[in-house]
């Protein structure tokens, strides 16, 4: 699955991951030595973040029910909170570096 910017038409991941279920999100990163660049893990349901046991840095974009940006994280390190969006349903992590061109207010798009 892709992960799409549609505001700017932009693939963010080519290899987009799904965390829907407790033990997935759970998990999440955790104990991974690394990420591929072309990767991205969505987490739902989410309104928040860790990076605890986390090997290496990443962005984050929470996005509301309508896959609206509505926060942005950027070079977020292991063993911090992210910040709590009341507004986010759901969040995506990628790695560090690769949130260039997302803005609050992007509409991001999951496309086989």
């Known amino acids: 699955m892709k992960l799409i910017n549609s505001t700017t038409d932009t693939v963010l991941a080519q290899d987009l991951r799904q965390a829907h279920s407790f033990w997935s999100r759970f998990k999440g990163l955790m ?11 969505h987490l739902y349901p989410c309104k928040s973040i860790h990076t605890f046991f986390m090997k290496f840095d990443i962005d984050v974009i929470y996005l509301n029910e309508e ?17 709590r969006y009341k507004e986010a349903r759901s ?8 949130l260039y061109g997302v803005s609050r207010g992007d509409t991001l798009a999951f496309a086989e």
């Open 31 to 41: 104990f991974q030595c690394s990420m591929p660049s072309d990767a991205a893990l």
């Open 67 to 83: 896959n609206e940006v509505v926060g942005i994280e950027t070079n977020l390190v292991p063993g911090k909170m992210g910040w």
């Open 91 to 98: 969040v995506v992590e990628l790695p560090a570096g690769k």
